[in-house]
């Protein structure tokens, strides 16, 4: 099968710049890049007026299966990612049972083929269990296809287990994903901790309590050698340690999520619970420091933290509430509305770091359009409108705190290994 995408202007992250050229796919590769290509007998997918992004990657996604199929299913959460304009995504360990061993891993992928939609890419368990106490195969689940490791929210409190953790990780090459936060300060808080948790009189989670374990970890990747990946940066304080890691030569990348990027704490001052994430929404003055931080190169990636939730999980007292919100439908349009046209990021700037800058950190052939590169293309159309309407969202948990919001810029389709996959079928 043959695929001309027409009349686009090519977003190419690498180079920092955008053209206009047609994008001719044959089978599941790109063949070539060049101005009024002849498709011969190619379908063609008219991309007038729109944007040709390098197929968008979310490296940080939940899909729940195995085990919590009532919250999302493979199926389900690769639907929602190619109507969000994601090619591929990252599915994180904490599934049921955690994906410690070789089998869940293949099982993930195999359940991916199955639904035939955006490809997936498992991280494994970092300990076994994710309990902190004793490493995983990390050697096997990375011959089984993972990518990637992390404990994902159950954060590793012992330094010692985070060192030998590392050593392994980077004798095989492969980063380690972080989350940040000090379990013994963050005990029992279920938003930030200032003014607006005072006033609720809900307890906290001081802004230290992400920085102690960033600072810690940055000392043991220092030390280790290891690639290190900080997940979900939130705190001001986060955004300088890793800045100034990064002067010093640490091998550290760092992701923050939009609704870290645009909401604050007072997202939550009506005891919303949709809006409670964790690491939770901060202050004004951290959310400015995300924000600089995305601009000046210090936090190198975009990610959802896609976390579905049964309505179930979410109707419930504000301190009962499931953390997490779901994400890849709406990121796409909050880069653009929030970033974008606020001129913290030039378009090729936010593509690299939602396409070609996840690819380089979890070693995936992508994030580019060139002859022989797969064919995973996002068709973008920078000039629509949505507002968010939860019940049309794809994936099966509609927990999300952006319902209402007018968003500019709509994902028009996804190509994946030169399938379309059309965002309103």
């Known amino acids: 099968m043959k695929l001309l995408i027409k009349g686009g202007t090519v977003v190419d992250p690498a180079a920092r710049r955008m053209y206009r050229a047609d994008v001719l796919v044959e089978g599941d590769r790109v063949t070539a890049v060049d101005k009024r290509l002849a498709g011969g007998d190619a379908r063609v997918f008219d991309a007038g007026g729109k944007l040709v992004f390098p197929g968008l990657i979310d490296m940080h996604?939940?899909?729940?299966?195995?085990?919590?199929?009532?919250?999302?299913?493979?199926?389900?959460?690769?639907?929602?990612?190619?109507?969000?304009?994601?090619?591929?995504?990252?599915a994180m360990p904490n599934t049921k049972p955690v994906a410690d061993t070789p089998a869940v891993i293949r099982y993930v992928l195999e359940k991916a083929r199955e639904a035939g939609l955006?490809?997936?890419?498992?991280?494994?368990?970092?300990?076994?269990?994710?309990?902190?106490?004793?490493?995983?195969?990390?050697?096997?689940?990375?011959?089984?296809?993972?990518?990637?490791?992390?404990?994902?929210?159950?954060?590793v409190a012992g330094a010692g287990?985070?060192?030998?953790?590392?050593e392994y990780a980077r004798m095989l090459g492969v980063p380690v994903i972080s989350h940040c936060e000090e379990p013994s300060l963050a005990a029992g808080g279920v938003m930030h901790e200032g003014l607006v948790a005072t006033t609720l009189g809900l307890r906290g989670i001081p802004a230290a309590a992400e920085e102690v374990m960033v600072a810690r970890d940055l000392i043991l990747a220092e030390m280790t050698g290891c690639h290190l990946h900080v997940?979900?940066?939130?705190?001001?304080?986060?955004?300088?340690?890793?800045?100034?890691?990064?002067?010093?030569?640490?091998?550290?990348?760092?992701?923050?999520?939009?609704?870290?990027?645009?909401?604050?704490?007072?997202?939550?001052?009506?005891?919303?619970?949709?809006?409670?994430?964790?690491?939770?929404?901060?202050?004004?003055?951290?959310?400015?420091?995300?924000?600089?931080?995305?601009?000046?190169?210090?936090?190198?990636?975009?990610?959802?933290?896609?976390?579905?939730?049964?309505?179930?999980?979410?109707?419930?007292?504000?301190?009962?509430?499931?953390?997490?919100?779901?994400?890849?439908?709406?990121?796409?349009?909050?880069?653009?509305?929030?970033l974008v046209a606020d001129n913290v990021l030039d378009v090729p700037a936010a593509v690299a770091k939602m396409s070609l800058n996840p690819a380089r950190i979890l070693g995936l052939q992508a994030g580019i359009i060139e002859p022989g590169a797969a064919a995973d293309i996002t068709v973008f159309d920078p000039e629509a409108e949505e507002v968010v309407d939860p019940a049309l969202l794809a994936g099966k948990s509609k927990n999300t705190p952006f319902g209402g919001y007018r968003l500019k810029g709509v994902v028009y389709a996804a190509v994946v290994g030169g399938r379309v996959h059309l965002r309103d079928r």
């Open 118 to 155: 955006a490809r997936v890419y498992p991280v494994g368990a970092l300990t076994r269990g994710s309990r902190g106490e004793e490493l995983s195969e990390i050697g096997e689940l990375k011959a089984a296809g993972a990518v990637a490791f992390s404990d994902d929210g159950r954060p």
């Open 231 to 338: 997940a979900h940066v939130s705190t001001a304080g986060a955004v300088r340690l890793i800045r100034e890691a990064k002067a010093r030569g640490v091998r550290v990348t760092a992701e923050a999520t939009p609704h870290h990027f645009t909401l604050t704490d007072r997202a939550v001052a009506d005891y919303d619970t949709l809006a409670k994430v964790n690491p939770p929404l901060r202050s004004d003055a951290d959310v400015a420091a995300v924000r600089e931080g995305l601009g000046d190169g210090t936090i190198d990636v975009i990610a959802t933290d896609h976390a579905p939730h049964a309505s179930h999980e979410k109707n419930v007292e504000f301190d009962l509430a499931a953390f997490g919100l779901v994400g890849l439908e709406t990121a796409v349009g909050l880069v653009f509305t929030e």
């Open 161 to 166: 287990m985070m060192r030998r953790a590392m």
């Open 61 to 90: 996604v939940h899909l729940r299966e195995p085990g919590q199929e009532y919250k999302e299913t493979i199926a389900t959460g690769t639907r929602a990612a190619v109507r969000g304009g994601f090619t591929a995504v990252a």
